[in-house]
């Protein structure tokens, strides 16, 4: 069973930075593209950042130049480093995983970007 922990997520201040973690199980990390969505409220789920099983990665360009995915498949982990945080980054961030028609979402950390 394909299990996805997010952590990281927290309140900080405008200009800050937060660091995302996700934890997958269940699956054979390396052969999976991973992601970071995020959902504001009141508004859908939107991509933020993917890196596929070769590296390349791909952002929203609401958040170039300020975050960065990354992978360390020995330790089955996506991050998503957050910079140069803005109050409209504030969402639920989800981590996913997917291979072809195959898709696993977690459960969602909380970011809050207030003064």
């Known amino acids: 069973q394909v299990q996805l922990v997010e952590s990281g997520g927290g309140l900080v201040q405008p200009g800050g930075s937060l660091r995302l973690s996700c934890v997958a199980s269940?699956?054979?990390?390396?052969?999976?593209?991973m992601g970071w969505y995020r959902q504001a409220p009141g508004k859908q789920r939107e991509l933020v950042a993917t890196?596929?099983?070769?590296?390349?990665?791909n952002y929203a360009d609401s958040v170039k130049g300020r975050f960065a995915i990354s992978r360390d498949n020995a330790k089955n982990t996506v991050f998503l480093q957050m910079n140069s945080l803005k109050p409209e980054d504030t969402a639920v961030y989800y981590c996913?995983?997917?291979?072809?028609?195959?898709?696993?979402w977690g459960q969602g950390t909380q970011v809050t970007v207030s003064a």
């Open positions: 996913k995983q997917a291979l072809g028609f195959q898709a696993y």
């Open positions: 269940g699956s054979i990390f390396s052969r999976y593209n």
């Open positions: 890196i596929n099983t070769g590296g390349t990665t």
